[in-house]
């Protein structure tokens, strides 16, 4: 079988939008970065996380330092949950 190298996808722009329009746009990058993981074979939790955060850019790497427990370098899963929280809009309780 062939090697299939496949172009990296694009950074995800977060300061295009804001609330309900932001969360949708991350959402559908998301569900495209998952597609480019089986694209390009990566099954390894550590390195999806890494390319995760490399391929997001330099702007959601210093947003994933904010929130507390981000879990450790195998935690893809947590990584994804924690930056989809933090572009979740605010709740308005009143």
């Given at each position: 079988m062939a090697h299939?190298?496949?172009?990296?996808m694009p950074s995800f722009d977060s300061d295009t939008d804001?609330?309900?329009r932001l969360v949708s746009?991350?959402?559908t990058?998301?569900?495209?970065?998952?597609t480019?993981?089986?694209a390009s074979g990566i099954t390894n939790k550590k390195q999806q996380r890494a390319v995760l955060l490399y391929?997001?850019?330099p702007r959601i790497r210093e947003?994933?330092?904010q929130p507390p427990d981000t879990g450790n370098a195998d935690a893809f899963n947590t990584a994804k949950m924690k930056l989809t929280?933090?572009?979740e809009p605010q709740k308005n309780f009143r």
């Amino acid at each position: 079988m062939a090697h299939l190298q496949l172009q990296p996808m694009p950074s995800f722009d977060s300061d295009t939008d804001l609330g309900a329009r932001l969360v949708s746009r991350w959402k559908t990058w998301l569900n495209d970065f998952d597609t480019f993981l089986v694209a390009s074979g990566i099954t390894n939790k550590k390195q999806q996380r890494a390319v995760l955060l490399y391929l997001d850019g330099p702007r959601i790497r210093e947003i994933f330092k904010q929130p507390p427990d981000t879990g450790n370098a195998d935690a893809f899963n947590t990584a994804k949950m924690k930056l989809t929280e933090y572009f979740e809009p605010q709740k308005n309780f009143r």
